[in-house]
Every structure is written in structure tokens, then in C-alpha cells.
């Protein structure tokens, strides 16, 4: 079996769609015999930051001698990102080899429980199973969709982590805060500890109530710790991290944004609580990179900042940064975005004051993708005074733009972030399994 043949095979599993339960991971780990008894897990969920913290918290504890394993979701470009070990993705010839040895368990599993496995349980299997045969001890596990009934959280968490909550994915976790915070608590398991990022108000109180039942008190951001900005540039930031547990002065970052802050603290927040990392480990986060955050690359005369943000709290992020880093300068947009995000709250949030104009265009996935004749008659509602028009695609935004003047910021949708990636030759799309996926 090639490794074109594999992701063929996996892209037929995503029909399935999404399918919330922890019975089919259950039945599935048992087929396989267990392979993640061998590991300690930290688990990280929230709305936004998902990513970024948990490759902090890999980063961490790798530099400080532990090997360590990362599993996060979606993946941009290629599926093999979602499996890495030590700090290294996953070679084509050992996914294949991981395939090859799960699928048998797969059918034998749905032959069983008499259901389909999702695209996100299988891959979830083949990572723990790959983990193992790399012989990692710890497992750092990014959520797919939510918590409490994601496949990821069948797994036995030492330590708990949850980013931030806002609206997103209400269809399948409630439309309230409260409600949100409840589906991402329920990753809290008694004995674990639990840390919190910059979450407040109704979900605060609803994530304290979980750890109450739970006799856990959790590590709160703002109350337990904190992170003082000396330094926010083009090159990064430079912050000091303060705990009760201890301080450390001057850590730097790469990835660009006070939002990215906030994770790095809630990293090291995270990493404190399985033991206390030396200065020189935390320091190392300093070479963290994660794409399609924040992204700025050159292109001849041209400026290109790609950013994965896909709902309301994101494109407020993504804005913030736009009014820290672009020096006043107007950006040509292309947009795309999904059809069950809130677009038109995602629209209002944009930096009006840093638009030059606005294309809108598809993201590359059937069927998910919001018409573009559909953004572009709410951005020309938003932005009276801007041109606004819509592409079939984004390539056809990018040839249009090819004779216009000005810099480009592209943003709304992980697919089209991967899209971007792929057009600008920063990676290479697997076939048949896009940007994105049909976690869960």
C-alpha cells in the first residue's frame, strides 16, 4: 500500500461525518490492545489556541529530556502533521505502516458495534499507536470538537487544559457559553489537575462548578498566574511568566500576537503542574513555530499574512494583530469562510481601517463552504466604501490580484489558510484529503 493510497482511503471515511461518542474509540483501543496504557497524557481543549498550546507544552517538555508526542487537529496541508514525535513529523512509510496494522481493527471494530468509525477515531488510533511504537512518555493531545465526547478524551489525563471558550461548532455544542464550557469540562477527569486560560465570566463559573464535583482546584490565568509583555514586535514577544510556584524573566516567542502570549503562559502554567521545568527548557519556546498563524511571508514587492482564524473570537484576535503589526498600511483581502460559522459577526470584527478591498472566495471543501456571492453581498452591507467582488476561487482572487497594487491578507477558514499554503509553495496538499477535516 502507497501513502496515496492511504489518505484515498481515509478521505472515504469522512462521508461519515461527525459522530460524538467515546464507544467506538473504546471498542477500537481494545482491538489494538490497549496501546495507550503506556503513556502519561496532557490534554488540551477550548475554542481557540488549541494548537499553538499544545505545541508549547510538547516543546517543553521534549527540551526538558522527555520524549514526547503531539497529536493535534486539523492539519493544514498533510495529514502526517497531526503525528509527531521528538519534536519530527511522521515519515509517508510509517503512516502506511501504522495503516496497515489499524485498518484490520477497524473493520473488525465496526463489524462488532455494527458502525462506521469516523475519519478523526481512526486517525486518533493510529497516532496512539504510533506514539507507542516511537516510545514516547508523554502524549500531549489536542482535542478534535469539544470534550466530553470526543474520541480523545477517552484517554486517561494527567493534566487538563482548556485555552479559552467562545461560540463556535454551537450546532454540536450548545449555544451558550455555559453550555460550551460544559462540553469542554467534561475532559476534567477526578485526580487530574486542571489549568485554565483567559476564560471569565458564566464559562468560568461553569468549569469552577466541574472541578468542585471533581475536588479539583484548578490553575486559573489572571489569579495563579500571569504573563507581564516587555516586548511585542515583527520579531515576536518577550514576556515574563509569574506564578505562585515560580517566576521566569525574559521568554521569548516567535509566533507573533499577544493572544500567543497568553498560550505560552498557559503552557508553562500546564507544564508546572506535571513537575517544575528548568528556565533553559521553557526558553527553548523560543524556536516554537506553528503555520497559518499570524503568517507573514514576502513575495516580491508584496506582503502576505495568512491566518487560519475561522470564527468571531479568532477574527478579533487576527484584527488585533493586524492594528499591532501592519503599520498603518491597507491590505487587499480575499476571504472565504465556512457556512456554519457565524460569517456575518466574523465580517464585523475584520479591521476596516486596515482594508483595502475585499475579495471573497469559496474554501476548498464540498459542500461546507459558504457561497461567496452570499459574503460578498454582507461585506458590501459592512463596507460601503470598500470594493468588494467574489472569485470562484482562490487562485482566481490571486490571478486578479496579480495586477493590482498593495499587500494581501488572507483569512476565514483553516481551508483556505492550507489553500494559501499550498499556492505559495510553503507545502504540499495531500489528494483527496483537503485543508481542515471532518473531525469527530
Same mark, same amino acid.
Given at each position: ?226 504573563? +507581564?509583555?516587555? &516586548?511585542? /514586535?515583527?520579531?515576536?514577544?518577550? *514576556?515574563?511568566? $509569574?506564578?505562585?510556584? %515560580? =517566576?521566569?524573566?525574559? !521568554? ?30 521553557? +526558553?527553548?519556546? &523560543?524556536? /516554537?513555530?506553528?503555520?497559518?498563524? *499570524?503568517?507573514? $511571508?514576502?513575495?516580491? %514587492? =508584496?506582503?502576505?499574512? !495568512? ?33 456554519? &460559522? ?99
Amino acid at each position: 500500500m502507497t501513502y496515496l493510497n492511504v489518505v484515498k482511503e481515509l478521505s472515504l471515511s469522512q462521508k461519515f461525518g461527525v459522530k460524538l461518542g467515546l464507544h467506538n474509540i473504546c471498542a477500537l483501543m481494545e482491538e489494538l490492545r490497549n496501546p495507550h496504557r503506556h503513556f502519561r497524557f496532557i490534554h488540551v481543549a477550548g475554542t481557540n489556541g488549541k494548537g499553538s498550546t499544545a505545541n508549547y507544552i510538547a516543546d517543553i517538555l521534549e527540551a526538558s529530556g522527555f520524549r514526547t508526542a503531539l497529536f493535534t487537529s486539523p492539519h493544514l496541508c498533510s495529514l502526517r502533521e497531526r503525528f509527531i514525535v521528538g519534536g519530527k513529523i511522521i515519515t509517508k512509510k510509517e503512516l502506511v505502516k501504522i495503516y496497515e496494522i489499524v485498518s484490520p481493527a477497524v473493520k473488525k471494530t465496526e463489524k462488532k458495534t455494527a458502525c462506521h468509525l469516523t475519519f478523526f477515531e481512526i486517525v486518533t488510533a493510529m497516532a496512539i499507536l504510533y506514539f507507542k511504537e516511537k516510545r514516547a512518555r508523554f502524549v500531549v493531545l489536542e482535542t478534535g470538537l469539544g470534550g466530553r465526547l470526543d474520541a480523545t478524551n477517552y484517554f486517561n489525563s494527567e493534566v487538563c487544559v482548556i485555552t479559552n471558550i467562545s461560540k463556535d461548532h454551537t450546532e454540536h455544542l450548545g449555544t451558550s457559553l455555559s453550555k460550551i464550557a460544559c462540553e469542554k469540562a467534561g475532559i476534567i477527569k477526578e485526580g487530574s489537575k486542571v489549568v485554565l486560560g483567559s476564560i471569565s465570566g458564566a464559562a468560568l463559573k461553569r468549569i469552577k462548578e466541574v472541578c468542585c464535583q471533581k475536588g479539583i482546584k484548578p490553575v486559573v490565568f489572571g489569579r495563579d498566574y500571569c504573563a +507581564k509583555i516587555r &516586548k511585542c /514586535s515583527l520579531n515576536g514577544a518577550v *514576556f515574563d511568566y $509569574i506564578s505562585a510556584k %515560580k =517566576k521566569r524573566n525574559n !521568554i521569548r516567542i516567535k509566533i507573533l500576537g499577544k493572544k500567543q502570549v497568553e498560550n505560552a503562559a498557559l503552557a508553562i502554567a500546564s507544564a508546572d503542574e506535571l513537575f517544575l521545568p528548568s528556565i533553559s527548557a521553557i +526558553k527553548e519556546i &523560543k524556536n /516554537s513555530v506553528w503555520p497559518g498563524r *499570524f503568517e507573514i $511571508i514576502k513575495k516580491g %514587492k =508584496k506582503t502576505i499574512i !495568512i491566518d487560519c482564524a475561522h470564527n468571531p473570537d479568532g477574527i478579533a484576535s487576527f484584527s488585533e494583530n493586524m492594528r499591532l503589526f501592519s503599520s498603518g498600511r491597507k491590505f487587499n483581502f480575499i476571504v472565504g469562510i465556512l457556512k456554519d &460559522k457565524d460569517y456575518r459577526k466574523m465580517l464585523r470584527n475584520l479591521p476596516v481601517a486596515r482594508i483595502r478591498s475585499m475579495i471573497c472566495v469559496p474554501p476548498p471543501v464540498s459542500g461546507r463552504a459558504l457561497d461567496p456571492s452570499c459574503l460578498a453581498e454582507e461585506a458590501k452591507k459592512r463596507f460601503k466604501k470598500l470594493p468588494v467582488k467574489e472569485e470562484e476561487s482562490f487562485k482566481g482572487a490571486m490571478k486578479f490580484l496579480s495586477g493590482e497594487t498593495g499587500d494581501i491578507a488572507i483569512v476565514g477558514s483553516l481551508f483556505l489558510a492550507g489553500e494559501a499554503r499550498k499556492y505559495f509553495k510553503l507545502c504540499a496538499l495531500d489528494p483527496c484529503l483537503p485543508a481542515g477535516r471532518l473531525d469527530s
